[in-house]
């Protein structure tokens, strides 16, 4: 007996099924088939999407909040109200973003990332957490607070990852000490990401071959491109290692610039990510992100004097947005959601696609591409209601 059978367009590991059917028991994918699936097929529930799309869920590798939540709060209502926000839009895992800060705040909120990693929270699969900060260039500061920044040293480094909480950690490679952490990151299995970084090409291919693996919002808060100094965005866009990750609201990256960088890098090495602040889902209004005062308008998040300060996207729409500006098909540009930052985190062997033996983690779309469920280990965490 299966817990759940949906039928309707499938993108599966193997391809996109027209029509098809994904059958789940006890968490996992245990069937995947083309066509209507046998009249004897027993389930508990029965779904048809009438026209929709399952999809493998999406992973939002760097979220810093929504619906007024912040990783930063350091309280597990924090994270459960993050957990179910992210669910609406398709999200089935993900991890939470911390800000720059002295290391008491930031180790507590690590600290509560880690006591809600085995929680069900209600929503997407809470991961870990990804350290943004504070070993970031100050001249690339972004929405951080300059006075919160410094340089890695051994004792905060054995700190951060004794919290057992740190999936991802964002470092500019060109600081003091920079080299020797991401070293230490890499051997204990935390993924480390360039960014917030006037590096040059060198010293970024330089953190690569260290073990860097990725870069955080690719031409945001780094030097930009020059064609004799081609710094991280040169060394980002070359550098077959690198994985890059992109915030596709139209906002922080020119439509062009989204286009560029698939071209060099391919959908394979492209991560599409939020960077969402506590004002995601909610009005315009006032907010704050990492301490600092952000206005949130007309679908941007600012400080005071103009810079950006994390966005309110959702997931879905990035990878709607991308697939317009770049010409591909959801289903293309869907792999930049979900199997891509799941083989970031080596988890692609459980997440990110459609096949039997995966996790059971799920987005159900209308055939306009919104959101109508999303299921976490074979449980749904979020449906549209039904009217009439």
Known sequence: MLDLLIRGR????SGVIPIGFVGVADGQIVAVGAGDPDPSLQAVRRINLDGGMVAPGLVDLHTHGGADHDTMDASPAALQGMSRFVAQHGVTAFLAATMSSPTEPLVRALMNVRAMMGEGLGGAQLLGAYVEGPYLSSSKAGAHDPAALRQAVRREVEAILQTGAA?????????PGAMDAIRRFVDAGVVV??????????????????GASLVTQLFNAMAPLHHREPGPVGAALTTPSLTCELIADLVHLHPAILRLALKAKGASHIALVTDAMRGAGLPDGRYELGGLPVVVAEGSARLADGRLAGSVLTMERAVANMADVAGLSLEEAWVMGSAVPARVLSLDHRKGSIAEGMDADLALLAPDGAVQATIVGGRVVFEVPTTG
Do not use: C, D, K, N
Request: proline share 3%.
């Open 10 to 13: 499938v993108l599966a590991r």
């Open 167 to 175: 999936r991802a950690v964002v470092l500019a490679p060109e600081l």
């Open 193 to 210: 990401s360039l960014g917030h970084t006037s590096a040059s090409y060198e010293q970024m291919v330089a953190a690569a071959e260290a």
